[in-house]
């Protein structure tokens, strides 16, 4: 049985992407004429830069990717992210988490791709938003695939729809909507969505700009029905002809910022030095952590000492792209895994961008059918990467393998609400996310509405043992807050974890909810 995340994975590694691995033109000739059969393309290995994991595919393994996402018929969400996007996230910790669990991260910027190259694992090129949206559109004119446009200024979307109907007539395009201007929190959501469920596309397009399309997507791409959701940003406007692009050749060689910066020099030269100033430094750093030891030493095996029902992992002395090919099919294999995993990190000595990226992906698809990834024993060198690359609330992290087996039972079964019954308060825990927002609403307010029985009017809503909310989330507190004013009650939400602020402050929510807030 091959399972989801080898079926992902490994299409990266072979089919998908084989025009980019494998043997060289002579090999197959000497192949072809000794009658043996073809060689299969040897492994492409995701990467890792500060800390986001980028799939190896080029345009034409993209949108292979996509097709077979939307033959699923499963939602998924595709980010095409550059270096803008890297510093975004490394500030903020809900896109953080949106470009990690994205089920397809492509190279939108040749400076990620050069970075890539830095870190030992090139990306095959860059696959920008503005070059997958035409092929897709011409892929959906042949496949018979539905499609909509949502977001960009008024006109854009219903122009771009208009101009690709006339270039593709068999293309199915079966909407355009550009709600009015709005803040995340503040759009109304119930209207987009139901206009884009009545639709029924395939691929969703969004462009309300980084990153409140993004997380857009994240809130509501489960719920909406439709296959795969991808934030282009400014690509409607190239779509709809009035923006241009800049020449083939400036695209080619990586300067098509440059001519981008010319067209719009107030908007763009504020954000282009920003990122300058964060990525440089960032990315050294990144680079000086993760390439200074020497790959080998002691290989990887599965252990016999994991607890029951786990599958244990001794990963050796390296988590590197050297290793992993040393030992490709051990690798491949891990993903399939149907258990909890306890991977043992005590004799790492060398990690690379290539092991932070396949870790990331393990524990997504673990997550995705209800099981956990714990982290064995890291070094003290390991733990600052993985504080530097903000990584280390993504993680399980355990001291020994009792304390493993706590953690992975704690995360899975402990309730996102409780209440002691007595002191009229209540605690939030885990995580709050679009997927329990619903379920957390429901067990709160029927807590509240208990509380009000008993004459209660103030209520304490402890977010100390909350890891992480996204947007849904932040949504869900504002709405209780002003639910609970109605009956009447007060709600203080207190003891928030870094993260939450986080999410909190760019939300500018932070003052509003949160007790004692600065």
């Not at 489960?222 to 050749?249: C, E, N, Q």
């Not at 993985?386 to 993504?394: M, N, Y």
């Not at 807590?447 to 100390?464: C, E, I, N, P, W």
Request: positive net charge; hydrophobic residues 45%.
């Amino acid at each position: 049985m091959v399972a989801p995340f080898q079926n992902a994975f490994n299409g990266s590694m072979h089919s998908l992407s084989a025009p980019l691995v494998g043997p060289t033109r002579d090999s197959r000739e000497v192949r072809a004429t000794t009658g043996l059969p073809p060689a299969s393309p040897p492994p492409a290995w995701p990467v890792a830069i500060l800390g986001v994991p980028f799939d190896p595919v080029n345009l034409a393994g993209a949108i292979n990717r996509i097709d077979a996402m939307i033959a699923s018929r499963q939602p998924h969400y595709v980010v095409t992210a550059n270096v803008d996007f890297l510093v975004q996230a490394h500030r903020d910790v809900e896109l953080r988490r949106i470009l990690l669990e994205a089920d397809l991260v492509l190279c939108d910027g040749t400076p990620v791709v050069w970075a890539s190259r830095w870190m030992g694992n090139r990306l095959p090129e860059r696959v920008a938003g503005s070059d997958l949206a035409p092929d897709l559109i011409r892929s959906a004119a042949e496949r018979g695939h539905r499609v909509f446009f949502l977001g960009a200024a008024p006109g854009v979307a219903a122009a771009a729809a208009a101009r690709l109907q006339s270039q593709f007539p068999s293309l199915n395009m079966v909407g355009h909507y550009a709600p009015p201007f709005a803040g995340l929190l503040e759009m109304d959501h119930a209207r987009i969505v139901e206009r884009i469920r009545e639709a029924r596309p395939d691929l969703l397009l969004v462009s309300f700009g980084c990153p409140k399309q993004e997380k857009w997507i994240a809130m509501h791409y489960r719920s909406l029905g439709v296959p795969v959701a991808i934030g282009v940003g400014a690509t409607l406007d190239f779509l709809a002809g009035r923006v241009k692009r800049a020449p083939a050749w400036m695209r080619e060689s990586g300067t098509e910022w440059i001519y981008r910066l010319a067209l719009e020099p107030r908007r763009l030269f504020r954000r282009y030095a920003s990122d300058l100033v964060c990525f440089l430094p960032t990315f050294a750093a990144q680079w000086c952590r993760l390439a200074r030891r020497r790959s080998g030493g002691a290989a990887p095996r599965l252990i016999a000492f994991a607890p029951p029902g786990w599958c244990g992992v001794d990963a050796g002395a390296s988590l590197t792209r050297t290793a992993f090919e040393a030992s490709p099919g051990f690798w491949q294999s891990l993903p399939a895994r149907v258990e909890h995993c306890l991977v043992d990190l005590a004799k790492v000595r060398a990690i690379d961008g290539t092991g932070i990226a396949f870790l990331i992906r393990w524990r997504k698809q673990l997550h995705e059918r209800g099981r956990q990834l714990v982290l064995l024993a890291p070094s003290r060198r390991l733990r600052r990467i993985f504080e530097a690359l903000r990584l280390t609330g993504h993680f399980a992290i355990a001291r020994d393998v009792a304390s493993a087996a706590e953690l992975a039972e704690s995360i899975s079964t402990t309730s996102t609400v409780l209440s002691d019954g007595t002191t009229r308060s209540l605690a939030w825990c885990g995580e709050i996310i679009a997927a329990n927002a619903d379920d957390v609403w429901r067990m709160t307010t029927d807590h509240l509405q208990a509380f009000r029985g008993g004459g209660v009017t103030l209520v304490l809503v402890d977010l100390s043992r909350l890891r992480f909310i996204d947007s849904s989330g932040a949504a869900l507190m504002l709405r209780l807050k002003r639910w609970a004013q109605q009956l009447p009650m007060q709600v203080l939400f207190t003891d928030a974890q870094a993260n939450v602020r986080n999410v909190l402050r760019l939300s500018r929510l932070d003052q509003l909810l949160l007790e004692g807030a600065q």
